[in-house]
């Protein structure tokens, strides 16, 4: 079945601070979202983004279908922007494979 | 408000005692899914539902039984957990998972159910 890699695992940054989450994929894919889990463990949808470039404030994803990864920004980051975030991808028959997620956490 | 609702919460219960976990949503939507997740490993489905009476199973289905007899609910029962099935689960549901085009396959999630099985 397709494999879903999530980089890096664990990430520490202080606030105000920019990053990059990604996530990579091993075979094509008709559906990609990422989704936040806050530390009360709610889990949020930020994208739906199968290919292309979506921002939504602070945040943005681009999805690079043809070389099978995408990646999460988040710019001037905040202390709520803690917790973990997942991509989870559907290769075929409408189910999402999810990736073991990135752990971000942001210092005042 | 537009939700996806959970009980209970939170449950301890003993190895071998039937429980089953509610979930029931208020948006009309068709796909219904249960998820369970453990450390390091992400979400694993469990078992969906594209409809009414139509149900399949996931990527961890044993263990698990589902049932959609109305659009709104789709519980999920243990017929007798045993000590593996401690995690915490999640329900989500989508307005189709197949209309792509239109974003209408975006998951909207409960809460989440930790369960610890002693």
């Known amino acids: 079945g397709i494999q879903v890699e999530q980089s890096p695992p664990d990430l520490i940054l202080q606030e105000g601070a920019n990053s990059t989450l990604r996530c990579n994929f091993s075979?094509?894919?008709?559906?990609l979202q990422w989704f936040h889990q806050n530390p009360w463990g709610q889990l949020i949808n930020l994208f739906y983004?199968?290919?292309?470039?979506k921002q939504n404030g602070r945040l943005s994803a681009t999805t690079v279908a043809t070389e099978r990864y995408s990646l999460l920004y988040i710019s001037s980051s905040q202390t709520t922007d803690s917790g973990v975030y997942f991509c989870?991808?559907?290769?075929?028959?409408?189910?999402?494979?999810w990736g073991a997620g990135t752990k971000l956490i942001i210092k005042p | 408000e537009a939700q996806v609702t959970q009980n209970p919460r939170y449950l301890i219960t003993v190895t071998g005692k039937k429980l089953t976990v509610t979930c029931s949503q208020n948006m009309n939507h068709e796909y219904m899914s249960w998820y369970r997740q453990d450390p390091g490993l992400g979400l694993r489905q469990i078992y969906y539902s594209m409809n009414v009476e139509v149900t399949d199973k996931g990527d961890v289905p044993e263990g698990y039984k589902v049932s959609r007899k109305e659009k709104r609910n789709f519980p999920l029962i243990l017929e007798s957990p045993s000590p593996n099935q401690t995690s915490l689960y999640f329900c989500?549901?989508?307005?189709?998972?197949?209309?792509?085009?239109?974003?209408?396959?975006?998951?909207?999630f409960g809460a989440g159910s930790r369960l610890t099985v002693l």
């Open positions: 983004i199968p290919s292309g470039t």
């Open positions: 989870a991808v559907e290769h075929s028959n409408y189910q999402l494979i």
């Open positions: 989500a549901s989508s307005l189709s998972p197949w209309d792509r085009v239109r974003g209408a396959n975006v998951l909207t």
């Open positions: 075979d094509s894919v008709n559906n």
